[in-house]
């Protein structure tokens, strides 16, 4: 069983940033998928970054790469995404989910793969 609780949301001016935190409790292994997923009312729910827990590169969608990192506290088994350069496009609620899945599955993954999820925490933006 695996717990994860999302932290660190709130509202900013464009331009501000932000840091999302996701404790995570469990059995969280060495191939294990962390992700961040984002919805916004009205609209689809979108996966923001990949991170495998068994190394590699992260992976961010294209909207955010240069302004989001994604990292992970390996011993406080913390998942964090940096957020920077905020737009009220990157506003809506903010999730961490957790699957265990192949490196190589990692970053093409999708919601359904996906076993467990947080709570969510809203962002918002202000232009």
């Known amino acids: 069983q695996v717990e994860l609780m999302e932290s660190g949301g709130g509202s900013v001016q464009a331009g501000g940033s932000l840091r999302l935190s996701c404790a995570t409790s469990g059995n969280i292994g060495f191939s294990h998928c962390l992700a961040w997923f984002r919805q916004a009312p009205g609209k689809e729910r979108e996966k923001v970054a990949t991170?495998?827990?068994?190394?590699?590169?992260?992976g961010y969608v294209d909207s955010v790469k240069g302004r989001f990192t994604v990292s992970r506290d390996n011993a406080k088994n913390i998942l964090f995404l940096q957020m920077d350069g905020l737009e009220p496009d990157d506003a809506g609620m903010y999730y961490c989910a957790a699957g265990y899945l192949a490196f190589k599955l990692c970053q093409a993954a999708i919601g359904s793969d996906f076993n467990y999820w947080g709570q969510g925490t809203q962002v918002t933006v202000s232009s």
């Open positions: 991170f495998y827990t068994g190394g590699g590169i992260p």
